[in-house]
């Protein structure tokens, strides 16, 4: 499995990063586009931190199984991925219903991605949720040196998955695990009652 070399910086403002981008020649590869995916987790995944997702990025459909270290990563590599091309969203979703693997959650986000000195930099913006920035690369030290030349501080790197970060602007209540669990997450839709926004 490859070990995805990947970071997060929260909370960003997108017209801030575009023009960041734009003045150290980064290249944008692919407008902002919605994106959709689903999550399949059976209860082996959920034990060992990991989930099949099957997602529509605009110009492709990919299949990957993702494994964790722990429910939380708190550093760069501890996520393992297989990918793979598909031909299309829906067969491939009702493929794996049809094998007795239904999806646990459809959902939505928003992305645009840019490429700088070798990696790729993501603005994404998600449903209830302030936008954030990915930066991958092969290794650590080329997302290290995109992050530092786009002005983040890597003390605010963050590198948990989508859940956490929804973590640090909403209060979950007791046994919601977050928006994995839901059946849909869509951008029309109200805040889950799950979810109380912090102050």
């Known amino acids: 499995m490859k070990t995805e070399i990947e970071v997060k910086f929260i909370a960003v403002d997108i017209d801030d990063v575009r023009q960041r981008l734009k003045k150290l020649g980064a290249e944008c590869e692919q407008p902002m586009r919605l994106m959709r995916r689903v999550l399949i987790e059976q209860p082996d995944h959920e034990a060992n931190h990991s989930f099949i997702r099957i997602r ?4 492709k459909i990919t299949l990957t199984f993702k494994r964790r270290a722990k429910r939380s990563p708190d550093k760069i590599d501890d996520t393992k991925e297989i990918e793979v091309e598909v031909g299309n969203f829906e067969d491939t979703v009702e493929l794996f219903k049809e094998a007795g693997w ?14 700088l000195d070798g990696a790729e ?4 913006e998600w449903p209830w949720l302030s936008p954030q920035i990915e930066i991958e690369a092969e290794d650590e030290a080329t997302v290290r040196a995109a992050a530092a030349k786009l002005g983040f501080d890597w003390n605010d790197a963050f590198y948990g998955h989508i859940d956490d970060v929804y ?8 046994g919601f695990r977050g928006i994995i669990v839901l059946p849909e997450v869509r951008f029309e839709d109200p805040i889950p009652e799950q979810m109380t926004p912090k102050e």
């Open 56 to 59: 529509d990025q605009g110009d």
């Open 102 to 115: 239904p999806h646990k959650t459809y959902q939505e986000n928003r992305r645009e991605t840019w490429m």
């Open 121 to 124: 930099v993501v603005i994404d």
């Open 167 to 174: 973590e640090t602007e909403y209060t979950f209540a007791p």
